[in-house]
């Protein structure tokens, strides 16, 4: 790459972590993934790969992590990688890779700035980004820059409650992409009692008396797996992507009350099938439908529509799909170490 920057960018995903070598254009090169880690060791292992293909060709290191990330690095909550948390991931990584420019943000966060920097929300003042993967991960531009509060939490959409009574079901539940896969499996009888039981408190289904449709041993419920399903009008399938829809719709529909931005992006690995961000944004207009009650509507008449329109949003794709993250990392270490590039 003709290039005057050249980063080494690492996205920490639940499945996987992608990698690549990145410049200030957004050009990517070595572009691969591992299987995420599950302990300190095999993580410190992966990033000592990593760091080993490109050695000698970044000036600097760009992280997209998943969880609570604070200022200096620390992992405080939630996220993938539980035996990090209360550790300084920043300074980890920086020993592991001997290299002093690193940097650490959010997986939502560097989503947001992704678009920010080359999507939708380039040509705009505030916006939401909102990520469908293993979790719901989300980030807020306002003034064209990613909002951020003492703690860091600004934007973690996956702690939305959607049920008053039940504090445990929240976004994470209803709009991750595993919150589907997983209500499919639990409906075909496919996962052990114990899965089982943890998933439906999570939930808020019992799938305790759910026998096992044996037509379905030995399948992965992965998300091909799911649409494929899907397309084919299972049931099971078809109720479970209603749960998702519903709730992606909610999340847009309360960041516009309170938000109100310019526009929506919603990314991650889903939205590369073509009907996902369509279908949420025809379920946003159910639910706006819906909170106009039967009676204002008689009583507005033909200004019911207006009505509508100020609360309506302007949903649209993200750009980069699965590869925000990475996209965002870039933008983050040129907003850093070279703003004359930006």
């Not at 700035?113 to 991960?137: M, N, Q």
């Not at 933008?331 to 070279?338: E, K, Q, V, W």
Request: aromatic fraction near 8%; glycine fraction near 12%; proline fraction near 4%.
């Amino acid at each position: 790459m003709d290039s005057k920057v050249k980063v080494l960018i690492m996205d920490f995903g639940g499945s996987a972590i992608k990698f690549c070598l990145m410049d200030e254009k957004g050009n990517q090169e070595g572009r691969d993934d591992i299987v995420a880690p599950r302990n300190i060791p095999d993580f410190d292992a992966a990033v000592k790969e990593i760091c080993g293909r490109f050695e000698g060709q970044y000036e600097g290191i760009s992280v997209s992590f998943p969880g609570f990330v604070q200022l200096d690095g620390m992992l405080t909550g939630g996220g993938a990688y539980p035996f990090f948390h209360g550790t300084n991931v920043l300074n980890h990584i920086k020993e592991l890779s001997g290299c002093d420019k690193v940097l650490l943000e959010n997986d939502g966060k560097c989503g947001a700035l992704a678009e920010a920097w080359d999507g939708p929300l380039k040509v705009v003042d505030s916006g939401v980004v909102i990520i469908i993967g293993t979790g719901v991960a989300g980030g807020l531009i306002m003034n064209r820059q990613l909002v951020k509060n003492k703690h860091c939490t600004a934007g973690e959409l996956s702690g939305f409650c959607f049920d008053p009574l039940k504090v445990g079901i929240n976004a994470m539940a209803y709009c991750s992409a595993s919150g589907l896969t997983t209500q499919v499996a639990a409906a075909k009888g496919q996962l052990d009692e114990k899965t089982r039981a943890m998933f439906g408190r999570w939930l808020g289904l019992d799938y305790k008396d759910v026998e096992p449709d044996h037509k379905y041993d030995g399948v992965v419920f992965d998300g091909k797996q799911v649409f494929k399903m899907i397309e084919e009008g299972d049931p099971d399938a078809l109720a479970a992507y209603e749960n998702l829809l519903r709730g992606v719709s909610m999340l847009c529909y309360n960041m516009q009350c309170v938000f109100a931005p310019d526009k929506i992006c919603i990314g991650g690995g889903i939205t590369r099938q073509p009907r996902v961000v369509p279908d949420i944004k025809a379920k946003y207009h159910e639910i706006l439908f819906e909170n106009i009650s039967p009676a204002m509507r008689e009583y507005l008449g033909d200004k019911a529509d207006e009505v509508m329109d100020t609360s309506d949003a302007d949903i649209v794709s993200c750009k980069h799909t699965g590869d925000a993250n990475q996209f965002g990392c870039m933008y983050n270490y040129l907003s850093t170490y070279h703003k004359d590039l930006v």
